[in-house]
């Protein structure tokens, strides 16, 4: 340190020596050496305005001054007029913190100046402060040049910048791609996790397992279940996840197989054979058990069994209705044994019932050509033809009012109808039969104080008919058949009455009793007997009672006898029909009726019936040539028309309803029956519906049809007239 202050406190003296005091010829030397060196030296104060106390020539070369004075002028001879005024508080500031660190008190610092013809350097400063007691503070430095250097730097620092541009936009771009591929992933990713939810949305748990790793990641869990994986669905171990479950949850008969699906040795196996597989298993729930699945895929590529997806879901409603679905077919199945027994029974009945009736046609029909002429044993074959014929036709007549009624199509009409007129029907019908049978037969009366009523008369009658027909069917000749009409108790507009039917007849068992309502149901010992029937009687009294409100009972004790009794409640007439009047006799002969029908055979029978009654009689094929032969008629040609209801041409309907609209009011109002083999009360509907005044079944009832054509006929008589004959002509088995 002294021996650099000697040299500096030389220096200074040599720059301050007077020209008449000429320094040391050592002292000279330094200076030489100084100004020798090829790089700036400098000394200046550390503290006020850093004066520069020393500069050597190549100093003043940097700053391209010729000489001191003009190197003074530039800087103001101090250290801050050297730097340039853009660096100096940095270069200040950096001098200061590296003296203070620096041991050596040695500093470096890069700076700008400013030549005297204004050009810019960059110089490298490397500076030593030093302290003195005899020139006070100061710094010594070594300046050099360092604008080529820093250009250099500058280049290359410019070169790395570019390059690290380059990088960072090649980075950019890269992330950009990335960023893009990573989009598109999250995005497919999300759909694929929408389609799962959506596939998965039955499946109240969902989990991946790994087999290998013991691990059992849950994705969406259940109440029952989230008690074991929280809120946060936290990963388990696979082995021993379900025991609580199982404990908790499942039904104690279904747990070993639930322990079974979910074991990973019994999964390895079962999904080695196939993709996946499931397990129906019961839980109980507040008390009632639900039907859930485990479903078990394998997901994993490797041949090994791994990865696999566990979900649970609640198969219940679906096991719930199959269950019912299974309950009603069983339903459905016995209901089909039954009727199929039924119907079997049914089958072996009619085919015996019809057969008998129909042998007898076939076997008396041959008997009969083969005696052509023994007049008396040809009639006797013809009575047993015909009573077969309507045992046969009686047994169709069932079985088409059993299936209408249970078509559910059949309704009630109710009108006026007098109670008395139904007893007349009913004996009109049943004494014939009963005294061919030796039975005796009576109608009688309790308490009958509202004979006039509203009701459908028709039913009634059927009613009363088909029981008063077994009472007389089931019992011995000699025996007794009574009916009973007898009123119970009116109150306003109503009055309740019970029909009974007695006879003393064979009687009902009473196991049989209890079947004796069902369809086809007949008594053993009647089958057996050989009375022809087809056990449908008694099943369409019960569909009509019940149609009409009522109520049917039976009693019955074998050998002794049956009452079946019939409670109905009927609305009361308002007492306003005219009390009716004597129908005048008919003039039968002489009139002319046109049979219209298709059928050669049935028309060449009911020309020969109605020609044997005295009638003349006209023909027509069908609907349109019968309308045709009435509107060539004169009036009064015709005094009625038989229709049939299903022809060619124009059905019964359509020329009923075209002889309606004729313009002469004799033609378009000649009386028309419809003959039809359907009888239903549709049919009986559609043909008054169509104009015609009465509806007949098929084959034809010879007195029965007599006696509506009288009917009608007198009613027209009396019309002409001037006598009224109130109501609608009526005849059993026909309506208007
Ligand atoms: P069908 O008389 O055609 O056989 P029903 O339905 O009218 O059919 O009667 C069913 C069965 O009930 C009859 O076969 C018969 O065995 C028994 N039955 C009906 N009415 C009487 C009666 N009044 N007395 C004895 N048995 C009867």
Known sequence: ????????????????????????????????????????????????????????????????????????????????????????RAVEESIRLQIAKSQYDLDYVEYRIIQKGGSVLW?????????????????????????????????????????????????????????EVL??????????????????????SIFHVDLDEDIIQPYRVSDREEYQFGKDLQVRHFVGFAERYIETWIYPEDRELFARAVDPNYIRQTLSTRKSFRTDYRIVKNGRTEYLQIFIVNVGKTEKVTQIMVGCRSVDEGIRQEMERSRILENALSQAKAANIVRNTFLSNMSHDMRTPMNAIVGFTSLAKSHLDEPERLKNYLNLISEASSQLLHLMDDVLEISWCESGDAGMEE????????????????????????IQFSISFQHLEHGD??????????????????????????????????????????????????????????????????????????????????????????????????????????GVGSTFCVNLSLRLQEDMRPAPVEMPPAVLSQQRILVVEDNELNMEIEVE????????????????????????????????????????????????RAIRSLEDPVLSSIPIVALSANTFDEDRKMSAESGMNAHMAKPIDVP?????????????????????????????????
């Open 453 to 558: 009523v509203c009701t459908e008369r028709r039913k009634l009658e059927q009613i009363l008919v088909r029981l008063a027909e077994n009472a007389v069917k089931y019992t011995e000749p000699n025996g007794h058949v009574t009916v009973t009409f007898a009123e119970q108790n009116a109150s306003g507009q109503f009055a309740s009455y019970q029909f009974r039917v007695e006879d003393d007849g064979i009687g009902i068992s009473e196991d049989f009793i209890k079947h004796i309502f069902e369809p086809f149901e007949r008594q053993k010992n009647t089958t057996l007997s050989g009375v022809p029937g087809t056990g449908l009687g008694l099943p369409i009294v019960k569909s009509i009672v019940d149609m009409m409100g009522g109520s049917i009972d039976v009693s019955s004790r074998v």
């Open 609 to 656: 019936l109605l020609e044997d009654a005295g009638f003349l009689v006209d023909t027509a094929e069908n609907g349109k040539i019968a309308v045709e032969k009435v509107m060539a008629s004169q009036p009064g040609d015709y005094a009625l028309i038989l229709m049939d209801i299903q022809m060619p041409v124009l059905d019964g309907h359509g020329a009923a």
């Open 183 to 204: 989009e598109h992933i999250n995005d497919e990713l999300g759909r694929r996790l929408e389609l799962i939810g959506g596939l998965s949305i039955d499946y109240e």
């Open 123 to 179: 110089v490298e400063d490397y500076g030593h402060f030093v302290h003195s007691e005899a020139v006070g503070d100061i710094f010594y430095v070594f300046l050099a040049d360092a604008t080529e250097k820093h250009h250099f730097q500058e280049k290359e620092r410019s070169a790395l910048l570019d390059e690290n541009i380059l990088k960072e936009e090649l980075l950019r771009v890269q992330a950009e791609e990335y960023n």
């Open 704 to 736: 029965k049809i007599l006696e509506l054509i009288e009917q009608i006929l007198s009613q027209r008589q009396s019309e002409r007239e001037g006598t009224s004959w109130p109501g609608c002509p009526e005849s059993p088995g026909a309506t208007s």
């Open 415 to 438: 009108a006026p109808c007098s109670l008395m007129d139904v007893a007349k029907s009913v004996q009109r019908e049943i004494l014939p039969i009963a005294e061919k049978k030796n």
């Open 1 to 88: 340190m002294s021996k650099h202050l000697s040299l500096i406190e030389a220096l200074l003296s040599a720059q301050d020596a007077a020209p008449s005091h000429p320094p040391e010829s050592s002292v000279i030397q330094i200076c030489d050496f100084a100004d020798e060196m090829p790089g700036g030296f400098f000394i200046y104060r550390a503290d006020g305005a850093e004066e520069i106390i020393y500069v050597n020539k190549a100093l003043l070369r940097i700053f391209d001054c010729a000489d001191l004075q003009e190197f003074q002028e530039l800087t103001g001879n101090s250290f801050r007029g050297m730097v340039h005024p853009e660096d100096l």
